[in-house]
């Protein structure tokens, strides 16, 4: 699958298959092309050439069927600040048309299990960020989608915060759920059943994080990046 605008090749003839149910890391520094290709695999925006298809569907003919089965969250906007949790959880799970008693059904159960149900009614612009992420993360897999988009999903949040998110995302996994993810924490890669790194538009590595160790002879997946990053000519997405 390649991407490009005018003469410049944001993704330039990427290939991979994601597993279901896998936990995949998609890594890359500023420019290496991951944005463009997670716009395309989300269904936002077309390839210029290339196949390429998500949870089944094309990303040519059937983006629509895409946006209803994938879930997305990103570090920046997931949720509306202005709005209390609950009316977070009913305003998207009406999107992707649950039923009002089902949306109340699973949201009740939703906030019992975050340990929320006391803040329920709370405005999500009053929550700290940690408690903001672990329920953004918790409404993008609400609608029970096929695959979920996680984009720096754990960025500005303490060590503790990101383990349990990280638990939670395990245990999406095991519930069957495909999990994408981007990350600038290379002990997050490690948490990933398979990693692949882009560099300038290209996949220069893909395999499980002990044998990427392996292969770059490295003790961590930050000297495998390093590694690898140090190619990078471009120095934004």
Known sequence: MSKHFGDFKAVDRITFDVNEGEIFGFLGANGAGKTTAMRILCGLSFPTSGQAKVAGYDVYRQQEKIKKHIGYMSQKFSLYDNLTIL????????????????????????????????????????LPLGWKQKLAFSVAIFHRPRIVFLDEPTGGV???????????????????????????????????NRVTVMVDGRVEALDTPARLKRQFQSDSMDGVFYQLARKAKRTSD
């Open 87 to 126: 009316e977070n959880i009913e305003f998207y799970g009406g999107i992707y048309g649950i039923s009002r008693g089902e949306i109340r059904q699973r949201g009740d159960a939703l906030v019992k299990t975050l340990g929320l149900d006391k803040e329920a009614k709370k405005l999500v612009g009053s």
């Open 158 to 192: 303490d060590p503790i915060t990101r383990r349990q998110f990280w638990d939670m995302i395990y245990q999406a996994a095991n519930e069957g759920i495909t999990v994408f993810v981007t990350t600038h924490y290379m002990d997050e890669a490690e948490y990933c």
